[in-house]
């Protein structure tokens, strides 16, 4: 399966505006929908948010609900995440996936390739 390919990451200013895009070729068998992950410097990856296939569902970090909203096309492999209110501790390496599921009450994937992610700066 090919990598996603994420877009539309940049430097904002505090309380500013992103809006990201992420094509990816397929669905994952057993896969809940499509979501997002980010990296910080020095910490681990993290969940940020999910879109069902269906469209219907969507769950997000505490961290970001209010502020993020994620979005599909209801006919392509095509995810996105409108970032508003953005701080500085959003500054990281955001990346899509097309396999995300939940395991207890943590969103993880089911496969473990990435893709190359687009770099969010916030400055304050």
């Known amino acids: 399966q090919v990598e996603p390919v994420e877009s539309g990451g940049g430097l904002v200013e505090a309380g500013g505006s992103l809006r990201l895009s992420c094509a990816a070729s397929?669905?994952?068998?057993?896969?809940?929908?499509m979501g997002w992950f980010r990296q910080a410097p020095g910490k681990e990856r993290e969940f940020v948010a999910v879109?069902?296939?269906?469209?219907?569902?969507?769950d997000y970090a505490d961290s970001v609900k209010g502020r993020f909203t994620v979005s599909r096309d209801a006919d392509r492999f095509n995810v996105y995440l409108q970032m508003d209110n953005l701080k500085p501790e959003d500054t990281a390496v955001y990346y899509c996936?097309?396999?995300?599921?939940?395991?207890?009450?943590?969103?993880?994937?089911?496969?473990?390739?990435w893709g190359q992610g687009t770099q969010v700066t916030v400055s304050s």
């Open positions: 397929g669905r994952t068998f057993g896969s809940y929908g």
């Open positions: 879109i069902s296939w269906s469209g219907g569902g969507t």
């Open positions: 996936a097309a396999d995300l599921r939940k395991v207890g009450n943590t969103w993880s994937r089911i496969n473990s390739f």
